[in-house]
């Protein structure tokens, strides 16, 4: 059985960082890419995700809006995608939800994943 299990969120000030963990089971890690994805209050889940990394090869995709404060890592032991997050926004209020697809897409859509974990609670204050 394919589990995504996110963790790492929470309640921080703007300006803050948090560190996101994706723990992930049930599939060959290393053949899949792993993406980020978020849903903001009110709104649909983004159609692209916020942060994506293929473990075949190490390509990474950052969307512009997350560029210089998104890093996203995977460690192929541990079977665990992190996404650091900097210099938090209150925009980047959301609930951000590991996924996992067995293909690249060059801008992570949305439609390439289909394994979802339950999601973390990112909430940023002004």
């Known amino acids: 059985e394919v589990q995504l299990v996110e963790s790492g969120g929470g309640l921080v000030q703007a300006g803050g960082s948090l560190r996101l963990s994706c723990a992930a089971s049930?599939?060959?890690?290393?053949?899949?890419?792993i993406g980020w994805f978020r849903q903001a209050p009110g709104k649909e889940r983004e159609r692209n995700g916020v942060s994506c990394i293929s473990n075949v090869d190490g390509r990474k995709y950052y969307p512009d809006s997350v560029k210089g404060r998104f890093t996203i890592s995977s460690d192929n032991v541990k079977n665990t995608v992190y996404l650091q997050i900097n210099n938090l926004k209150p925009e980047d209020t959301a609930v951000y939800y590991c996924t996992a697809a067995a293909v690249w897409g060059s801008v992570c859509p949305r439609a390439y994943f289909g394994f979802w974990g339950q999601g973390t609670q990112v909430t940023v204050s002004s």
């Open positions: 049930g599939f060959t890690f290393n053949d899949f890419t």
